[in-house]
């Protein structure tokens, strides 16, 4: 009896004890990792455990646990991108054979922006399974627009990597469809053009101005504002200049009771 509880204090002063702690700590990890409800919802198989804990690691995550020993998002994020692009531009390029390059561009820009992006990963309930910093979590992280704009980006970087182009188009169209579809009626969600108009019919100037630029090059974050007469009205901020100016135009026009602009 002496000798086995000789055994025991022996045991914990070398460590043996926790280091069994540690091990069984890791046991539920591995029965519930990171994405894998989200990759169920996509019809993922075999499930990308690695790289579905990177697209789904937000860099403020990073910032407050620098020794968790996992990357960030941005790099999949910048690969998923042009993955999306590409997917986007090469379905309308084959779909509508008729329409013009500056149409199909139009068309582009109104699928693939972060408003877009942003309902999408509400749909199939992407916020759930980010891993945030604290600060991110408390502040509306999970509904944030950029963020998940930048999750699903990055979550099709992981899906390329693992599964190849094939896979990856797959599940982009499936989520994007309804939206192309929509798109192709005409509804580009085209404001500055509907405030162009309405302006000229009003006899007032409208000017554009970017007001702010933050982000590494590739993820920017423009702010821009939109001027009727010299004052300011509206502001918008969008991943391109092109955006922030929309959204900036789409908020005057909301306030004039232009709702039914995109009809």
Not at 33 to 51: D, H, T, V, Y
Not at 118 to 124: C, L
Not at 225 to 248: D, M, P
């Amino acid at each position: 009896m002496i000798q086995k509880q000789r055994d025991r204090v022996d045991m914990k002063k070398s460590g043996e004890g926790k280091s069994s702690r540690r091990r069984v700590n890791t046991v539920p990890m591995r029965k519930n990792p990171i994405g894998l409800q989200l990759a169920k919802r996509l019809e993922l198989n075999p499930f990308p455990n690695r790289l579905f804990k990177i697209a789904l690691t937000h860099p403020s995550y990073l910032f407050e646990n620098p020794k968790s020993g996992v990357e960030n998002n941005q790099r999949l994020e910048f690969l998923g991108d042009a993955i999306l692009d590409f997917v986007i531009a090469e379905y309308l390029y084959l779909k509508y054979p008729e329409r013009p390059e500056g149409e199909l561009t139009k068309m582009r820009a109104a699928v693939v922006n972060e408003s877009t992006l942003a309902r999408i990963a509400q749909k199939i309930e992407l916020g759930k399974e980010l891993l945030l910093g604290k600060g991110e979590q408390v502040s509306g992280g999970r509904e944030r627009p950029s963020i998940l704009a930048d999750a699903v980006e990055s979550v099709i970087g992981a899906i390329y990597l693992q599964y190849g182009l094939q896979e990856a188009r797959r599940v982009i169209l499936d989520l994007l469809t309804p939206e192309i579809e929509e798109v192709a009626q005409g509804n580009y969600g085209d404001y500055k053009t509907t405030l162009q108009e309405k302006a000229q019919h009003d006899e007032s100037e409208v000017s554009y101005q970017i007001l702010a630029e933050e982000g590494p090059d590739h993820n920017k974050r423009f702010t821009a504002g939109v001027f009727l007469k010299g004052k300011l009205r509206g502001q918008g901020v969008g991943r391109t200049k092109k955006e922030a100016e929309q959204k900036a135009a789409q908020q005057v026009l909301e306030e004039l009771g232009g709702e039914n602009h995109g009809e």
